[in-house]
């Protein structure tokens, strides 16, 4: 089968423009500014973890939006209520509903449709139709006032809008570049700052509501006794005394135009300069004009910053906030108040930052285990099959090179599990030219020319791979649904990978092979391996051996369920929550002092784990009682009491992960895992039989048990990405499964009389030394990976290692014992009707 020229020239254009999309990462930043505009994309932006710097994720409180909102509406109704000659104390607020009760059913149908109109439309519901944001229900002569779901719907958008606005100010005021801030689902905010390694003072603007007024202060009210009705007791910012403050606002921080920070010229300390606008400049000129020698107060966020005596009229519309400040909370204020309030609480709930060291010693690490395992891979390809595995690795360095360049095309962030997912990308492209050289081999060796054996290898291999391939491309598909952060970079680089490699490995390999063929003027294709010839091992019967191999399975999985309970799981604080630091010194570090120092903070349990030469050393905090707040207030204590210890500590990383996400994390993971098996199993029973996808899941789960009973054995950190590893594994092994499924599908139908169990021993004999080279490809692929890459990706690499040997034995030994017991037990079922176990064309198996 020839190609024609149109389907070359479409070839050639996607690889000129896969190469293309790829070359501005290795151009300099002088070379990219001069031929970028003439390049497909742009480089590849690497992830925090690479290049260093911030990842916090902020949350709107709900609740605290929700309660200002009807704080609101109990004033404009007490408003009507006075209006109509009521008391206003006929409106009260009973958790997130107002209850007014007039004092006649006349006040009654008075105040009610001017409570009615104090609805606004929330929400559009088409054809031009709106919700109302509030519901006003009448029983008897009661009126109910609660919000709508749709008014708080609108409201957190309108929240997380606003909010989103407000924090591109805030981040503007502490100069990070190239700051990156977006919404996440419905009420969160990320905000990721590269280099920057210290997020305190960020913390500080990004956690503050700033909500500022000015208030009367009641100079006849005990502030240590129970206040009256209209004035609330506020404790001060920074000197610790209480106040009585009036509740009604004089006037609001919307009015202030401008803030800064500076010195008083009399004392040199801190202060904040503030202006009025016009509006605020006359009411502030009236209030301190009518209360001269009163105090007043200057409250921010439930908190009193200062609380000065009116000397004087202050006509000008300018003033200033002092009250024991350093020079850096001067700055935070006068930041703060320039850009405005937050509409709601915004409450830190994740936080991730990663020094530059750490960063940089990632992309070495990333590049350095990248290239040694794509060098196993060449020699492994060159050795098995010599010349033909030199044009099998111009597809893989192809397949590397347009995945890079996709990446860049599509915008996205390169991360440490980036990288491995490009790793093991390569080792699994491999699958496919493997299984297509095996092919050729076989149409060979039964007397086929070379352009046969080209062609029918190619063709019976296609419907391989692909069923292979779509196995794993489920799970890819789940992980990035359901994952987060860098567990997504993995998944959608192996997803833009395995797409790529059904380009790479089967057209353009295809044709550098027809090439071959055609220019050397071949007869037939032998492909010679430099390591010997491959023997196959036609004679030996898997199945007299299965009760042996499904028993020591059994034991192994039973021992893993045992291992899940005791000693258990090491959960990593992505599903426990807590406080993970890293930090280092330039001398070796004394544990013993750390651990006396970091026990005395009243944490709870601190684990500390020594690495790099006792120069480092790893930090983990249970978490916190309370809310997300208590585990920032936290890490601070810890970042305090290390320094303390270690002078010249430098924070390497940290990670603070609440209650919130840590539940969210956990649940989102086995719901991804549990989809993935579901999905698999839907797609082999609909493309071989239904004996063949629950054999696929019983052997899966055999699987699982065993890489579970792995993480605890070995104590190895157990976090998302651990999931990805699980999930990774799941389709590896399935796409295994898959070769020798596809096998005794074949068989099936050029077989029709041959017992079951020796067709079984067929098909495994036939696909063994190819689900051995492929599991060697993808284990020496990862090896690398898995002794220098490093902490973030060893809890994926060395389960994965160890996933793809059990993978490989369960594909040989496992899956076919369980086949055949399924199919025998499905033939007592029926009776001495023969059952159809050969897919669509329903060829009959005897059973043996």
Known sequence: MRTSKWALAAYLVIIIFGVLTAVPNILTPSQLERFGRFLPAKPVTLGLDLKGGSHLVLEVDSAALTKARMDVLLNDVRGILRTAGERASAARLNGTTIVVTPSSPEARDKVL?????????????????????????QQGDTISVTLTEAGVADRMTAAVDQSLEIIRRRVDQVGVAEPLIQRVGGDRILVQLPGLQDPTRLRQLLGSTAQMSFHMLDASVDPNSVPP?????????????????????????????????????????????????????????????????????????????TAPVIREPILGGQGQISGNFTPQEA???????????????????????????LGSDSIRMGLYTGLAGLAFVVALMVGLYSAWGLIAVVGLILHTIMTIGILGLLGSTLTLPGIAGIILGIGMAVDANILINARIREETASGSGAMKALDVGFNKAYATIVDGNMTTMVGMLLLFMFGSGPVRGFA????????????????????????????????KI????????????PSFSFMRGRFVAIGVSAFLSISSIILFFTPGLNYGIDFVGG?????????????????????????????????????????RVQRQPGSEEAQTAALNQIRQGVSEVIPDASFERTEVVGPTVSTELARSGFIAVGLGMLAILIYIWWRFEWHFAVGAIATLILDITKMIGFFALMQIDFNLTAIAAVLTLIGYSVNDKVVVYDRMRENLRKYKSMPFSDLIDLSINQVIMRCIFTSVAVAVSLLPMAIWGGDTVKPFAWPMVFGVIVATSSSIYIGGPILLFL??????????????????????IEQK
């Not at 449709?113 to 229900?137: C, H, K, M, Y």
């Open 492 to 523: 959608i680089t192996m997803i833009i990978g395995i797409a790529i490699s059904m380009f790479t490995s089967i057209t353009v390999v295809r044709l550098l092979m027809r090439e071959a063929v055609v220019r050397r003027k071949m007869k």
């Open 331 to 357: 700055t935070v204020l006068s930041a703060l108040l320039r850009s405005g309030a937050l509409p709601a609480p915004l409450t830190i709930i994740e936080e991730r930052t990663v020094g530059p060291n």
């Open 526 to 537: 032998e492909i010679h391996s430099i390591l010997g010839a491959v023997r196959s091992i």
């Open 113 to 137: 449709p001017e409570i009615r109109n104090l609805a606004a439309p929330a929400g559009a519901l088409g054809f031009g139709a709106s919700a109302s944001d509030i519901d006003v229900q």
């Open 823 to 844: 199919s025998r037990w499905w033939k007592d079922r029926e009776g001495n009707r023969l059952p159809t176990a050969g897919g669509p064309e329903g060829q009959v």
């Open 229 to 305: 009705r209209g004035v609330t007791i506020l404790p001060g910012a920074n000197d610790g005394q209480k106040y009585a403050v009036e509740d009604r606002v004089t006037i609001s921080g919307d009015r202030l135009a401008d803030a800064k920070a500076g010195f008083d010229q009399r004392t040199n300390e801190p202060i904040v300069s503030f202006t009025f606008d016009t509006t605020g400049a006359r009411q502030f000129g009236e209030v301190t004009k009518a209360n001269v020698g009163r105090p007043f107060a200057i409250v921010l966020d439930g908190k009193v910053l």
């Open 579 to 619: 406080i993970q630091v890293e930090a280092t010194s330039k001398t070796p570090i004394d544990l013993g002092t750390l651990r006396e120092e970091l026990e005395g903070l009243n944490l709870g349990e601190v684990a500390l784990q020594e690495f790099g030469h006792g120069t480092s050393v790893l930090i």
